[in-house]
C-alpha cells in the first residue's frame, strides 16, 4: 500500500491464516484503492486518521450508495491500521 509500516505489517501476516469475508471485500477494496493517500497527519508526523472530506470525496467518485455502512467499515479499518502505521521503525 506504499506505507513501510503497514507493509511490514501485512507482509509478516502473509501466512494463509487469516481472510476477508465476502461481504467485507467492497469496505477493504475502498480502503486500500482510494484511502491509502488520505490521512492527517499530525505534528509530530504521526498519522491522526482519515481525512473524512476525503473520504467523502472518493465515496462521491464512486457512486457509493449504502455510505453509512461503508463508512463505519472504513472506521474499522482505520482504527485497526493507526497502532500499525504509527509503530515506530526498526533502525
Do not use: H
Not at 455510505?67 to 504509527?86: D, H, S, T
Amino acid at each position: 500500500m506504499g506505507m513501510a509500516p503497514l507493509d511490514e505489517a501485512m507482509d509478516e501476516r502473509d501466512d494463509g491464516l487469516y481472510e476477508v469475508w465476502e461481504e467485507n471485500w467492497p469496505a477493504v477494496e475502498f480502503f486500500c484503492a482510494t484511502l491509502a493517500t488520505c490521512w492527517r497527519v499530525g505534528p509530530m508526523g504521526g498519522l491522526l486518521g482519515l481525512d473524512y472530506p476525503s473520504v467523502k470525496a472518493a465515496m462521491d467518485l464512486m457512486d457509493i450508495t449504502d455510505r453509512k455502512a461503508l463508512f463505519e467499515a472504513v472506521q474499522l479499518m482505520e482504527r485497526a491500521a493507526l497502532p500499525i502505521i504509527n509503530k515506530p521503525t526498526k533502525p
